[in-house]
């Protein structure tokens, strides 16, 4: 099997003849494996190794892996993250595990990591989704503890900053051309996060997947919007026989196509994950017209049950992070269709 340092090896002396490029073909099955979105992948698949390299279960893994980021000051993920444009942090996670069970949560203020009370809705209640202040009273009866509430320092100067003109015209994940620095979060020129989710998913040494996405949703939102992050199927599916995917980016698109069930399903049919993320893509920029796509950003990743791997986006600026072992930890870059 060709892993990747090999491969890094045979092009840098001319033997390699295609590109590595985020998809890769492997005759036997490669577990367990870790996949998540953008630059903060890197730091949560770390901790999802933890778990899956000691043989523990996925869905162990697809929790403390985006915890790590939840709990990051520095980042735009969890309550560090930009405010509606209200001025409140409003997080939206979901969680799936190798049963179909799933736990969801959307527009929770003042949790640290929406993602275990995800996973507490999933195992101790009998629903998928709860919301708002029901789901802020289940967390603290669950005994997370409420937080103050208060913005993160960036967060408070970008909020200041938006506040000067109060234009509602969200923006995801375009990079804007901005150079990403190596495993940092990006920041837009304006001083805003452009990445606000981590969707992750795995396969254990069992084989078994699951899948875990949290979010603090578009930066300067209406209160009370949701996106994809928190809808099962849209921004995480997960199915044991198949493979799992999640998504990123502008959330309304996402849900138009139910995404990430749709990537699942397109592997059902044979496609690998990069060819079901490309298809998925497609789909979207079909629905919505190419000059509308243009300035959206939409990413999806996945991983089927041979631990093959793959990603895709909209345009060009979307990576994420791939995990196989102690020493094989690195981002790829998503191939994207307009440019
Ligand atoms: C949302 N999909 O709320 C999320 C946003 C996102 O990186 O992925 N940002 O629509």
Known sequence: ????????????????????????????????????????????????????????????????????????????????????????????????????????????????????????????????????????????????????????????RSYRNWLKKSEYKPVVNIENGQKQTAYAPAKLENGNWNHDTIGMVAMDAAGNLSGSCTTSGMGFKMRGRLGDSPIIGAGLFVDNEIGAATATGQGEDVIRICGSHLVVELMRQGLNPEQACKKAVERIIKVKGIAKSKEIQVGFIAINKQGEYGGYCIQKGFNFAVCYADDQNFMVDGKYILS
């Open 1 to 156: 099997m060709l892993d990747r340092r090999r491969f890094l090896g045979l092009s840098s002396l001319g033997l390699g003849s295609f590109s590595f490029s985020g998809f890769r073909s492997a005759p036997d099955i490669r577990k367990p494996i870790v996949i998540s979105t953008w630059n903060e992948g890197i730091h949560a698949n770390k901790a999802a190794w933890n778990v899956l390299g000691k043989g523990g279960r996925a869905l162990d893994a697809v929790e403390q892996g985006v915890m790590v980021t939840e709990a990051s000051q520095n980042c735009c993920v969890g309550l560090g993250a930009n405010p509606d444009r209200d001025g409140y942090v409003t997080l939206d996670a979901c969680i799936m595990d190798e049963y179909a069970n799933c736990g969801s949560v959307a527009f929770l203020e003042r949790i640290k990591h929406p993602i275990s009370v995800a996973r507490r809705v999933m195992e101790k209640t009998p629903h998928v989704m709860l919301v708002g202040s029901g789901a802020q009273q289940f967390a603290v009866e669950e005994g997370f503890p409420l937080e103050p509430g208060k913005l993160s320092d960036d967060a408070e």
